[in-house]
Every structure is written in structure tokens, then in C-alpha cells.
């Protein structure tokens, strides 16, 4: 008896045949005894590892009972349950209804089932061995479908579907090397999705799906090396995302996904080297990204765009992303007590994308620290910020008169060597003006009444304009570099303008020294003409037994015809004080009278020669220090 050489069944008095007939197996017989009664059919206790009559039922006699029999024999409402079965044929329940939930344990289905547009009450494949997948695209369930601890060769499809309870895939093995392995893309599941501990070889897909609950891949081992270990594209998951503890190999996609609740990476494994082992770009998580205690990471992740509510960290796993993009990663609150100089290592990593840099992450942290009461962090970040956004800027420049000094060369090539000097340049600009403006100024381009010497001029002018710029590019970065080193010094930016008072402090400091020094030295002298030709002053200038004229002059001291300095009363003049010159030397807006009644003197000995010349370098830095902390003080130079 061949037992597979069953047709398709519709009436009661076909299987009544085959029963009188004994066609039917004893697996069969126990089959229609449990659907009369509305019992379980329980065939065997485990997966039958052999086709043989005792566990054989075929998909034709399934269906129909399946479907509910017919009107002289009824199956039970409470469905078939049925246990430890081979289920032989295609069992094809295509856009059909079934009577009540269909629920297989512990069968092996040598065929693929073929369940699209089913209707039923519930769907189980619980601890079955699937030989070649399972086609339930476009499913309609009002309860659950379960396939937990199942295993399954080829490709699982629920797209389309709607699942009214939930979905459960936990401890199962799929397998499909050479595509997806779990395919649900579009599909609406009014509670959760559950893959814990499922281990699937081959693409697992949520494109586009709606899920109602949670979705829980905890301790999931998702394996596609050549493309997306899970799919989670435009998903939308109104509870939480659980990849904890989760073993990935190829890329993670959340794009564009919605979560209610929070993503939990927790202790997960991602692999996926030279491209995106996370990519989550414009993924919005309503409460909470937790990114902590990370194992391992090969590949990078991809924040662009993303929007959180709190952000759950630590450096470490940060440290391990091989790449990460943080441009336009928005969050509301910030937990963890990661320092600022790992914040800052972070921000480093993350603001620079294919070599562009990105102020935005800075901006964005320091925004949050300010609104924290965190004020002096935040300070540090923009200071920082400000540090990279001008290297970065420093950086294309540099790079462009790289690129304008090959050019040059390439222009400059022999003309056998040309060709292939600008299909080199080609291949990595070819869009490039500049060099599409060479190319056409080859000999082999220009129109034959194109006039030697034009061509040549042309050429000559071109080259001019390259070297021209790459002198632009060398002075340009040059005082960009002294500028930002000046303002970064000085004021923080604009960030930190109490800086300019410490400049300060730090100057009329160097001036106080140098000019008590020259002071007690004897290097002082008035600045005033009628005192310098007065025989008072020149009597004690030119008296060798006076060590320090000006020191007598500003103490209301003569000289006696003695030689002794007595007192002189009625004399008027400046008295000398060595902090309040060094003030009126640095600070513009000070005016003490000490810079103009008293002067270093050239001749008298080296502490006036060294002040001399220090004295124009005070009084210019002062300059610069007071107009920069005032202009960032007002504003004019702060950019928050």
C-alpha cells in the first residue's frame, strides 16, 4: 500500500471507504477518534524519526478535518490537537477557514505547509521538525501562533498576516542559508513577538511590521554573515525591544523603526565586520536606549538621526564599536556618570562621518548638561566642540590643496604618463570641476581650430591658479590655527570668558616683576620733559653716589650739598608703584598716571633694557586679551 496515494478529501463517506477498506493507518484511525471526541490524537511522545504506519498521517485526511469535516461528520470546536505525528504530503490549508485552532507537538512535516490566507483560532507548531519551511503569508489568527522549540529548514513566511494574540518562536532552530529564515515583514500582531533563545541561520525579517506587545530576543542567536541578522526596518513595537544577551552576525536594522518602550542591548554580542553591526537611523525609542555591559562588537553602529528618551550607558561599550555615527542622535535624559573626558572620547568617535565632522553631538550633550544645572561640563564640551570643528575645517582645506596639488602634477605629467594619472584622479573625484576642466584641456579633447598657443595658455593658467591656492590653503590654516589658539587660550571660544581675566591677572603679574626688578635696579626714570631737564633731577642723575635717582626723586628726596638726600618738602610728583605700572601698562582701560610719569631707562642697566622691550608685548596682549574677553563677555563671539 502506498500511503501517500490519498486525493484530496471532502465528504465523510470517502473516508468511511477508506476505513472499511483498511487504507487508513493506525495513526490515521486514532487521528478520527480524537476529532470525534475532541481530544487530543496523541500519535507518539516525541518526533517521529521515521515513516512508518504507526505514526503516518496523511495531509489530505489532516485538511479535512482540519476544516472542519462535513455535514455527516462534524469536527469538535476545540480543533485538532495532534502529537508525535509524520504528517505526509503538502498540507494545504490556502484560504481556507478553519474549525477552531489547529495545534501540532512533536510532528515532523516532510513537506512545506501551505497556510496563506489562512483564517483560524490559533496556530501550533510546538517542538515539530519542518523540513522545508512553512508559507502562511497573509495569515488571519484571533489567537496565537506558536512554534516554539521547533526546528525548521527553509524559510518561514508570515508576512502580511494578522495575529490577534501573540507569536512565539522561543528555542526554536531555523535554518534558510541562502535567504530569510523567519520572513514577517507587514506583519500586525496585537501582542508581543517572542524569538528568545532562538537560534536562526539566514535573515530573520520584521520589515515594516506593527507589534502591539513587546518584542523579546533574548538570548537569540540571529546568523546571516551577507546581510541583515534581524530586519527590524520601519517597525513599530509599542512595548519594549529586548536584545539581551543576544548573539548577532551581520547587521542589525532598526531604521526608521518606533519602540514605546525601551531598546535593551544589554550584555549582546553584535558582529558584523567592515559594515553596520547596529544601524539605527531615525530610530525613535519613547522611553529608553540601554547600551551597557556590551560583550563584543565587530562593526559599527549607527545612531543618525535617532531620538531616545533616556540613554543608559557606559564608555566601555562605546570603546568597543569599531566605527559610530552620532550625527543628529537626540536624548532626553542621560544616565550612567560617565565622565567628561569619556564623553568626550565618545563625542570624538562619533561626531566625524566619512571624514565630515559633525558639531551637532557636542551641541547636543552640552544642551542637556546646561539644562541639568551642569554648567562648567558643558562648558568643556562646546570648548571641545570648538577645538574639533576648526581642526576639521583646517583638515578640508588641507585636503582640497592635496587634491589641487595632484592636479598640478597631473597636469604637469609626461604625456604617455597622463591617461592614467587622470584616470586615477577620475575614479576618485569624478565629479570634480576642476578636474573635468583638465581633462577637457588635454590635447586629445580640444577641438582641432583650437589654437596652439591658446591651449598653452590655458594650460599655463590653470596651473597658476593651483599653485595660487595651495598658498591660500597654507597662509589660510595658518591663522586659523593662531586664531583659534588665541581664542581657545584666552577665552575658551566665548565659552569661558572668566579666562581673559586670568590672562590678565597672569600679564600685569609679569609686568609687576620685571618692573619691580628695574625698579630697585635703578632702571626708572621720569617721562617727563621739564622734569628730566630740571637741575633737581639732573643733579641726582648725574651724583654717582645716588645708586637709584628715581627712587629719591619719587621719595620727595634732594641732594644735600653734603651729598646726603634730606627731605624736600613742596615737590610734587607721582610717587612709583611697581604693581599699579604693570595695571596701567596691560589693561587699556586703566589709566593710573604710572606709564606716564615713569619710564624704563636704555642706558641705565639690563632690568630697564628687558622691560623696554617687554613693556610694547604687555601692553599689545593686553589689548587683545581685554577686546576678546569682552566680546565674548557681550556675545559677539560666543556661540551656543
Known amino acids: 500500500m502506498i500511503y501517500d496515494d490519498l486525493h484530496l478529501i471532502t465528504r465523510w463517506a470517502q473516508v468511511v471507504q477508506l476505513r472499511d477498506n483498511d487504507l487508513l493507518t493506525p495513526a490515521e484511525l486514532i487521528l478520527l477518534d480524537a476529532a470525534e471526541t475532541g481530544k487530543a490524537a496523541r500519535i507518539g511522545l516525541t518526533v517521529p524519526n521515521l515513516k512508518a504506519p504507526t505514526v503516518l498521517i496523511r495531509s489530505a485526511l489532516l485538511r479535512y478535518l482540519i476544516l472542519g469535516g462535513c455535514a455527516d461528520f462534524r469536527t469538535q470546536p476545540s480543533g485538532i490537537t495532534l502529537v508525535g505525528a509524520w504528517i505526509s504530503g503538502v498540507l494545504d490549508l490556502s484560504f481556507t477557514m478553519a474549525r477552531g485552532p489547529i495545534d501540532f507537538f512533536n510532528c515532523y512535516l516532510a513537506e512545506r505547509p501551505q497556510f496563506v490566507q489562512l483564517t483560524a483560532d ?3 507548531m510546538a517542538g515539530c521538525t519542518l523540513t522545508d519551511g512553512l508559507n502562511a503569508a497573509r495569515l488571519q489568527i484571533s489567537g ?6 521547533s526546528r525548521v529548514d527553509g524559510k518561514i513566511s508570515l508576512s502580511g498576516g494578522e495575529i490577534k494574540g501573540h507569536l512565539s518562536c522561543t528555542r526554536a532552530a531555523l535554518r534558510n542559508e541562502n535567504g530569510s529564515s523567519f520572513k514577517a515583514q507587514g506583519l500586525k ?6 524569538l528568545e533563545e532562538t537560534t536562526a541561520t539566514g535573515q530573520v525579517s520584521l520589515l515594516g511590521s506593527q507589534i502591539g506587545g513587546q518584542l523579546v530576543c533574548i538570548g537569540a542567536n540571529f546568523h546571516n554573515p551577507n546581510g541583515h541578522a534581524l530586519n527590524a526596518q520601519s517597525t513599530q513595537v509599542r512595548g ?9 552576525t551581520g547587521e542589525v536594522s532598526f531604521l526608521g523603526a518606533e519602540i514605546g518602550g525601551v531598546l535593551d542591548c544589554t550584555h549582546a554580542t553584535l558582529r558584523n565586520p567592515g559594515g553596520h553591526v547596529l544601524n539605527a537611523q531615525r530610530l525613535i525609542v519613547r522611553e529608553g536606549f540601554i547600551w551597557r555591559r556590551i560583550k563584543g562588537i565587530s562593526g559599527a553602529v549607527d545612531l543618525t538621526s535617532a531620538h531616545v528618551g533616556d540613554l543608559w550607558d557606559d564608555p566601555e561599550s562605546w570603546a568597543l564599536c569599531d566605527k559610530l555615527y552620532l550625527s543628529g542622535f537626540i536624548y532626553d535624559v542621560l544616565h550612567g556618570g560617565i565622565s567628561v573626558p569619556d564623553r568626550l572620547a565618545w563625542l570624538k568617535k562619533g561626531a566625524v562621518s566619512r571624514r565630515e565632522f559633525y558639531p551637532q553631538p557636542y551641541e547636543q550633550l552640552a544642551k542637556l548638561l546646561r539644562d541639568t544645572g551642569h554648567r562648567s561640563d558643558a562648558r568643556a564640551i562646546m570648548v571641545a566642540k570648538e577645538q574639533e570643528q576648526r581642526k576639521a575645517s583646517r583638515e578640508r582645506w588641507r585636503r582640497e590643496g ?3 596639488d595632484q592636479l598640478l602634477h597631473a597636469s604637469l605629467a609626461a604625456p604617455d604618463d597622463r591617461p592614467a594619472a587622470l584616470a586615477a584622479l577620475l575614479d576618485r573625484r569624478p565629479n570634480d570641476e576642476h578636474l573635468a576642466r583638465l581633462i577637457l584641456l588635454e590635447p586629445s579633447q580640444v577641438a582641432p581650430d583650437f589654437a596652439s598657443m591658446t591651449l598653452a595658455y590655458a594650460q599655463k593658467q590653470f596651473r597658476d591658479e593651483q599653485r595660487w591656492f595651495k598658498t591660500r590653503v597654507w597662509w589660510r590654516n595658518l591663522g586659523n590655527l593662531i586664531a583659534d589658539k588665541v581664542f581657545g587660550l584666552v577665552v575658551g571660544y566665548g565659552h569661558k570668558p572668566e579666562r581673559s581675566f586670568y590672562m590678565l591677572l597672569v600679564l600685569v603679574v609679569v609686568g609687576w616683576f620685571l618692573a619691580d626688578r628695574a625698579w630697585h635696579a635703578g632702571d626708572f626714570a621720569p617721562t617727563m620733559g621739564p622734569v628730566l631737564m630740571s637741575d633737581g633731577w639732573q643733579e641726582l642723575a648725574t651724583d654717582e653716589r645716588i645708586a637709584n635717582p628715581a627712587l629719591v626723586w619719587s ?4 641732594l644735600a650739598p653734603e651729598g646726603v638726600p634730606v627731605l624736600t618738602p613742596g615737590r610734587d610728583y ?5 604693581a599699579a605700572y604693570a595695571v596701567d601698562l596691560v589693561v587699556p582701560i586703566v589709566a593710573l598716571g604710572q606709564e606716564a610719569s615713569w619710564g624704563p631707562s636704555t642706558t641705565r642697566g639690563p632690568w630697564g633694557q628687558i622691560l623696554w622691550w617687554v613693556r ?4 599689545a596682549l593686553g589689548w587683545i586679551v581685554t577686546a576678546i574677553g569682552a566680546a565674548a563677555v557681550t556675545g559677539v563671539i560666543r556661540r551656543d
Open 555 to 558: 621719595e620727595k628726596y634732594m
Open 240 to 248: 519594549d525591544a529586548f536584545l539581551r544577551r543576544a548573539t548577532t
Open 574 to 578: 607721582e610717587t612709583f608703584h611697581a
Open 144 to 149: 496565537n501562533v506558536t512554534l516554539n522549540g
Open 122 to 124: 490559533g496556530v501550533a
Open 402 to 404: 592635496v587634491w589641487r
Open 616 to 619: 610694547w608685548w604687555l601692553i
Open 189 to 194: 500582531v496585537a501582542s508581543s513577538v517572542l
